[in-house]
């Protein structure tokens, strides 16, 4: 479903995806494990179509379509979701309002009746039971105030109502407790089904225990230098980076 | 791909869907300003002698006074002599049924949506049309005079109510008070005048609705409300004016009092032409409006949404004179394009126990500059009085200002006083991360400046919060970032 063929992409003048192939059919987990600032975030956000980067070589076909062509909304209403690693805060804009808003649009661009209060609400709460999630949620403003922890579980419960075809989820393991990661993981687990596919950036290992992968991949300096399945990820958690660095034979910090 | 600053000032320079101009005969004053002008205008409108005496004296002291330079805001010099002081529709003979509005007048104010057939109207919302410097139609006015409520033009209540306003004209702002509300009261042309009885709440909506048309005049009306005891009454004001190349003044003058018990709500949508985005033209909103809690236990409201004007230059104020009385200030105020808004309110306490809720949200894009300036002066007789003042700034790109000045003077030593102030920025990642979920930037953006101005939008009355959630969201159209 979703194609990348030799991206490059640039932020703040300098090159950080430096060609990188990849390949994600229907129904499948991908995770992408690698080094801090090898840029995993940056391909996430390039495929969410931040403006701020800039893809200056490559392309990538989502459903046979060319995904960078499209603004952000257009790519998120097509059914690509993105979870934040650092969700962001809006204050004074109620979080039931957001979501109930942002369902619609995805839906009367799916061509199907926009939702009323009490069909949203009958929504949500399922949503909301099956992440143990507190109603109050609903009320507060979009991530304002809400603890690092709360914050992912959001993303994960905006997921789950809006229902996209591709989740790219960045980080979204990291600041959760035990129990929450558990309730997360079941959460993405029970979204699984043979027409959608995850992207997940993740640095441990104990994710994937969880969400089980169909496919590793290790990203360093901008590009993927070694994908197997999810033993590699065992493996990475017992050595580190800094063997496969030098399988491949090029330094990690090599210069641009 | 365009950025989200990019998309923010092309929301910004979204056009201005009033500025059209109706074609009938005006019947001008000649240009300047004289002493004769002020006779003039006197006599168009067949005033009696005490009220021409006080114009003039008000002319003779604007003739001693100064623009003032106080406020934030920069405007080239305005030539006072080069203004058309009255400018009236011709063809107008005294009219006696709604029916007989020139159709253009008619055609004028339904394409601004204000209907002036009853069946039409909003159910619940007198309308007084004020088009340039006369009234000209007044809706529901039997219906309302069945409870002794006097509502109509300001030059007709002279006529027919002299006692009423020779008895409150001047009694809140008067015709020494400042520069702009000085020049007002020598050549105010038209307005409304509202008169609730004793023990009556009005059962709706009273609306005046103001409009520019003719080229080159100045606005100069004139508003008095009076509340007799344990009345109740909502009021509102709204104004458009055609787009034009040089700037247009209007100061206009209001005047609320509230006798015991009484409540007057006074809601503002104010969208006079704002200029164009390099910020040619537009209309200069130097305005004075001021209410006074005369009673016990009385209360006025103020509640603006000020999104049009090149310049806004206004404090509406709450004189708490009767004990337990009460003064709140709602305000939205934004800014866009090169706009520039000084404004806020002054609260005076005197009463005893006396409570005044100010809740301001600045609202700045473009390279506009929104500024706050609020007084709260605590007199030593006010025993126990409080005050509450929010002051929040949101702003849209990074060519825009946003600046706080509140004064606190405090002659009372059981005064409680309480301030807070923010400012936020809407950000781009605010925006991406909207946009990721699947809407517009303008969605967003809208998103963000409802939730901003909320408290203030809860104010004003159900059809009104409509039209200015719609009014604000395209004020701020082409803004984002
Ligand atoms: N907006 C930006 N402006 C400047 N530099 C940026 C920007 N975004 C990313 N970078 C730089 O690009 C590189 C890759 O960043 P990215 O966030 O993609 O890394 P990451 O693999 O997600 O790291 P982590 O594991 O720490 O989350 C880093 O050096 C980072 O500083
Ligand atoms: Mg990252």
Redo the contacts with the bound molecule.
Sequence with gaps: MLTIRNLHAR??G?E?LRGIDLSIRFGEVHAIM????????????VLAGHP??EVTAGEVTFEGEDLLAMDPETRARIGVFMAF?YPVEIPGVNNAYFLKAALNTVRKHRGEEELDAMEFMTLVRDRMKQLDMDEDFLNRPVNDGFSGGEKKRNEIFQMAVLEPKLAVL??TDSGLDIDALRVVASGVNAMRNADRSFLV?T?YQRLLNYIVPDVVHV?SD?RIVRSGDKALALELEDKGYGWLEQAVGSPVRELR | MSTPTETVEQLASRDYKYGFYTDIEHEMAPRGLSEEIVRLISAKKQEPEWLLEWRLHAYRTWLTMKEPTWGNVTYGPIDYQNIIYYAAPKKRPVLQSLDEVDPEIRRTFEKLGIPLDEQKLFSGVAVDAVFDSVSVATTFKEKLAELGIIFCSFSEAVRQHPELVRKYLGTVVPYSDNFFATLNSAVFSDGSFAYIPKGVRCPMELSTYFRINARETGQFERTLIVAEEGSYVSYLEGCTAPMRDENQLHAAVVELVALDNATIKYSTVQNWYPGDKDGKGGIYNFVTKRGKCAGVNSKITWTQVETGSAITWKYPGCILQGDNSIGEFYSVATTNNRQQADTGTKMIHLGKNTKSTIVSKGISAGHGQNTYRGLVRIAKGAVGAHNYSQCDSLLIGDKCGAHTFPYLEIRNSTARVEHEASTSKIGEDQIFYSRQRGLSTEDAVNMIVSGFCKDVFRQLPMEFAVEAQKLLSISLEGSVG
């Design positions: 932020v703040a300098r950080i690698g080094p801090n600032g090898s840029g995993k975030s940056t391909l996430a956000r701020e980067y690693q960045d980080e950036v640095h990203l901008g």
